[in-house]
């Protein structure tokens, strides 16, 4: 692939700054590299691949020529065909091997946003909620869920109440005379909306508010029929189509509610709770907010499903827009023909940073995945889970947005042709700031957490977890070296990331202790450092992912610690560049360093744009699913006009 997209050229054709320094000669070992990426579960990526390639999938490049109904069958039929084709049992994946199954819906993004986000409602959400949340009783229905004999939705949001789920108000009553639940949605507000998959639904995983004996227990999780096998809505529920959406038109949201429906007692969800057929609540969590906690944790695995296939939409991009730019050639010097665009500077230093930070998710996301998977064994990591699916969610979402309006530019007007991918992967993937948790407000489960540690390292003098760094902080003097060299170290760069975060969080700790020492209650305390709350997180993220890539580069193959060591150099200065008035102002990067950050963005942008067809063919996203290298080198049938020419 590289000998036919890398036209003769020379990266000092353009220009180069004074003073750069000198980058030690490094190479890329494609197939290693790739291996990198894969990780662990490369077994599960390549039997994906393999499904990818052996199928046809009808419309794949223009599903955005159908209407909304047309897309939503569409997607159905990919939806089947990856089912009939999954490579695990999904109770298995979903309770023992949550990483593999992750792996699986990152790996099917490189075919459609669409039938990621139905497989994730019908397999993360829904039957998450069976394996989770259920029991035996349950659990006997995942074989109907795994091959799309029955379809069931996550009915959790309601028109009045998104992200505070303890809000709700659908209500769910004990009556002891028939030993059954009545589902109720009070008024419309208290809808169920926007609800992924439920425009087909044989069952919807419903959250409301359980009674008994006039006693709310707060929110627990019930199987609602809505339609019988045939597809005919069944009485007592109403359903409204949310209709056409700026993307994601394959996915069938709907609003819907319920009047008064029957279910029987076993269709509550007990694994953490149960009613007995008398009416005895029983708590096996101790306390509502743990029973909560443990109720609304299924959203931890979703979101780090998401960050997984966010990343390989940014990955699908990435490659479209890099190969783009070795192609297509504009301008040059007097007399010696055009140059491709990527020999720019400002080419590099917009689309090198991505990169680099795209690669910089991947032993993050892969860490996130490794605590949650031992929840179920040692639950006391529940709470960190909790806090990374959050971070990783909101970062890498973030990221994305940010790299695929990017790419979409640095392809200039043919990024704008569907077919060419880029433009439907920005509409297909805005909502990601939103489901599954709303970015910002996830932040703050990510800041709580730190703030519940650092209380407790205080307390006991001695910090833990997440931030066992602290503890050594006065030893934890950056290395020494001076100038360039220093700002490239990157155990300099984690110094700075540490110093920032922690930081943030003494500050945010005093500021809440000060605001309710003056007559604040905790909440309107927390409510006004939200803005500090959200830098914080952010800044946690930024450490974690810079500490366990650096890590990674120590750890891989010999062959590509190079070209990772640059990839982690150049994130990391990216992410100080961005946030350099703190670092400046606080004093815990001297201005005289600060001046030379940008420069050195630049200098490895354009070392690392060298290696960046090799980077991107690593990602292996299959040439059946990217469009021409060039973007244009394509005929609308009937095109006769260039025929054998």
């Not at 180069?16 to 490094?26: A, H, N, R, W």
């Not at 301008?331 to 491709?340: A, I, T």
């Given at each position: 692939?590289?000998?036919?997209?890398?036209?003769?050229?020379?990266?000092?054709?353009?220009?180069?700054?004074?003073?750069?320094?000198?980058?030690?000669?490094?190479?890329?070992?494609?197939?290693?590299?790739?291996?990198?990426?894969?990780?662990?579960?490369?077994?599960?990526?390549?039997?994906?691949?393999?499904?990818?390639?052996?199928?046809?999938?009808?419309?794949?490049?223009?599903?955005?020529?159908?209407?909304?109904?047309?897309?939503?069958?569409?997607?159905?039929?990919?939806?089947?065909?990856?089912?009939?084709?999954?490579?695990?049992?999904?109770?298995?994946?979903?309770?023992?091997?949550?990483?593999?199954?992750?792996?699986?819906?990152?790996?099917?993004?490189?075919?459609?946003?669409?039938?990621?986000?139905?497989?994730?409602?019908?397999?993360?959400?829904?039957?998450?909620?069976?394996?989770?949340?259920?029991?035996?009783?349950?659990?006997?229905?995942?074989?109907?869920?795994?091959?799309?004999?029955?379809?069931?939705?996550?009915?959790?949001?309601?028109?009045?109440?998104?992200?505070?789920?303890?809000?709700?108000?659908?209500?769910?009553?004990?009556?002891?005379?028939?030993?059954?639940?009545?589902?109720?949605?009070?008024?419309?507000?208290?809808?169920?909306?926007?609800?992924?998959?439920?425009?087909?639904?044989?069952?919807?995983?419903?959250?409301?508010?359980?009674?008994?004996?006039?006693?709310?227990?707060?929110?627990?999780?019930?199987?609602?029929?809505?339609?019988?096998?045939?597809?005919?809505?069944?009485?007592?529920?109403?359903?409204?189509?949310?209709?056409?959406?700026?993307?994601?038109?394959?996915?069938?949201?709907?609003?819907?509610?319920?009047?008064?429906?029957?279910?029987?007692?076993?269709?509550?969800?007990?694994?953490?709770?149960?009613?007995?057929?008398?009416?005895?609540?029983?708590?096996?969590?101790?306390?509502?907010?743990?029973?909560?906690?443990?109720?609304?944790?299924?959203?931890?695995?979703?979101?780090?499903?998401?960050?997984?296939?966010?990343?390989?939409?940014?990955?699908?991009?990435?490659?479209?827009?890099?190969?783009?730019?070795?192609?297509?050639?504009?301008?040059?010097?007097?007399?010696?023909?055009?140059?491709?665009?990527?020999?720019?500077?400002?080419?590099?230093?917009?689309?090198?940073?991505?990169?680099?930070?795209?690669?910089?998710?991947?032993?993050?996301?892969?860490?996130?995945?490794?605590?949650?998977?031992?929840?179920?064994?040692?639950?006391?990591?529940?709470?960190?889970?909790?806090?990374?699916?959050?971070?990783?969610?909101?970062?890498?979402?973030?990221?994305?947005?940010?790299?695929?309006?990017?790419?979409?530019?640095?392809?200039?007007?043919a990024g704008i042709r569907a077919p060419n991918k880029i433009s439907t992967l920005i509409r297909d993937s805005h909502v990601f700031a939103t489901f599954e948790g709303d970015n910002t407000v996830l932040t703050q489960q990510t800041?709580?957490?730190?703030?519940?540690?650092?209380?407790?390292?205080?307390?006991?003098?001695?910090?833990?977890?997440?931030?066992?760094?602290?503890?050594?902080?006065?030893?934890?003097?950056?290395?020494?070296?001076?100038?360039?060299?220093?700002?490239?170290?990157?155990?300099?760069?984690?110094?700075?990331?540490?110093?920032?975060?922690?930081?943030?969080?003494?500050?945010?700790?005093?500021?809440?202790?000060?605001?309710?020492?003056?007559?604040?209650?905790?909440?309107?305390?927390?409510?006004?450092?939200?803005?500090?709350?959200?830098?914080?997180?952010?800044?946690?993220?930024?450490?974690?992912?810079?500490?366990?890539?650096?890590?990674?580069?120590?750890?891989?193959?010999?062959?590509?610690?190079?070209?990772?060591?640059?990839?982690?150099?150049?994130?990391?200065?990216?992410?100080?560049?961005?946030?350099?008035?703190?670092?400046?102002?606080?004093?815990?990067?001297?201005?005289?360093?600060?001046?030379?950050?940008?420069?050195?963005?630049?200098?490895?942008?354009?070392?690392?744009?060298?290696?960046?067809?090799?980077?991107?063919?690593?990602?292996?996203?299959?040439?059946?699913?990217?469009?021409?290298?060039?973007?244009?080198?394509?005929?609308?049938?009937?095109?006769?006009?260039?025929?054998?020419?």
């Amino acid at each position: 692939m590289q000998q036919q997209l890398v036209p003769e050229m020379t990266f000092a054709q353009v220009s180069s700054p004074s003073q750069s320094p000198k980058f030690p000669k490094t190479k890329v070992d494609v197939p290693k590299l790739a291996a990198f990426f894969d990780g662990r579960y490369a077994d599960v990526k390549n039997q994906v691949r393999k499904i990818l390639e052996q199928n046809e999938w009808e419309h794949d490049f223009d599903a955005d020529t159908l209407n909304y109904h047309d897309q939503r069958k569409l997607v159905m039929k990919w939806a089947q065909i990856l089912a009939n084709n999954l490579p695990f049992d999904l109770f298995y994946g979903l309770r023992h091997n949550y990483p593999a199954y992750v792996t699986f819906i990152e790996q099917i993004g490189i075919l459609n946003p669409n039938v990621v986000i139905k497989l994730a409602v019908q397999y993360s959400l829904f039957s998450g909620c069976l394996a989770n949340l259920g029991t035996e009783r349950h659990h006997k229905m995942l074989k109907d869920a795994q091959m799309l004999k029955t379809l069931g939705c996550f009915g959790m949001t309601e028109k009045g109440h998104g992200s505070n789920v303890r809000g709700i108000e659908t209500t769910a009553t004990y009556d002891r005379n028939t030993r059954e639940f009545i589902i109720n949605t009070p008024h419309l507000k208290a809808m169920k909306t926007w609800i992924g998959g439920s425009g087909y639904a044989h069952m919807s995983a419903v959250f409301a508010q359980l009674y008994v004996d006039g006693k709310n227990h707060g929110v627990h999780v019930f199987l609602v029929p809505m339609r019988d096998q045939r597809g005919n809505i069944l009485p007592g529920v109403t359903v409204e189509d949310c209709e056409y959406k700026m993307g994601l038109n394959g996915i069938d949201n709907m609003s819907f509610g319920f009047d008064h429906v029957r279910i029987p007692r076993e269709n509550l969800l007990n694994r953490f709770s149960d009613v007995t057929e008398d009416g005895k609540y029983i708590n096996r969590c101790g306390t509502e907010g743990r029973h909560f906690g443990m109720t609304v944790g299924e959203l931890s695995g979703g979101r780090l499903s998401l960050s997984g296939h966010g990343i390989t939409m940014c990955k699908t991009a990435l490659t479209i827009a890099i190969r783009y730019a070795f192609k297509r050639k504009q301008f040059g010097p007097p007399g010696k023909g055009e140059v491709p665009i990527m020999n720019y500077p400002t080419h590099q230093r917009r689309l090198m940073p991505l990169l680099a930070r795209t690669v910089s998710f991947v032993p993050f996301l892969s860490y996130c995945l490794d605590i949650y998977a031992k929840k179920d064994t040692d639950p006391s990591l529940g709470p960190l889970g909790h806090s990374l699916s959050s971070i990783v969610k909101a970062a890498s979402s973030w990221h994305m947005l940010n790299l695929l309006s990017v790419c979409r530019q640095c392809c200039g007007g043919a990024g704008i042709r569907a077919p060419n991918k880029i433009s439907t992967l920005i509409r297909d993937s805005h909502v990601f700031a939103t489901f599954e948790g709303d970015n910002t407000v996830l932040t703050q489960q990510t800041a709580k957490y730190l703030l519940s540690i650092y209380a407790r390292g205080m307390k006991t003098g001695q910090f833990s977890d997440v931030l066992s760094y602290a503890s050594q902080r006065a030893e934890a003097l950056p290395v020494a070296t001076s100038g360039d060299d220093k700002l490239l170290n990157l155990k300099y760069q984690l110094y700075l990331f540490q110093e920032r975060e922690f930081s943030m969080l003494q500050e945010l700790a005093a500021n809440l202790h000060r605001r309710q020492q003056s007559g604040q209650n905790e909440w309107d305390a927390f409510n006004s450092e939200l803005v500090l709350v959200k830098n914080l997180a952010l800044a946690h993220g930024d450490r974690m992912i810079h500490e366990l890539f650096a890590e990674s580069t120590q750890i891989c193959s010999f062959a590509n610690s190079g070209i990772l060591t640059l990839l982690a150099q150049l994130n990391g200065l990216n992410q100080i560049q961005e946030d350099l008035g703190w670092f400046t102002s606080n004093e815990v990067l001297p201005p005289s360093l600060g001046r030379r950050v940008e420069n050195l963005i630049i200098d490895l942008s354009r070392e690392l744009s060298q290696y960046a067809l090799d980077i991107v063919e690593a990602f292996q996203i299959p040439e059946k699913f990217l469009p021409p290298a060039d973007l244009s080198d394509y005929a609308l049938p009937g095109n006769t006009m260039f025929n054998n020419k």
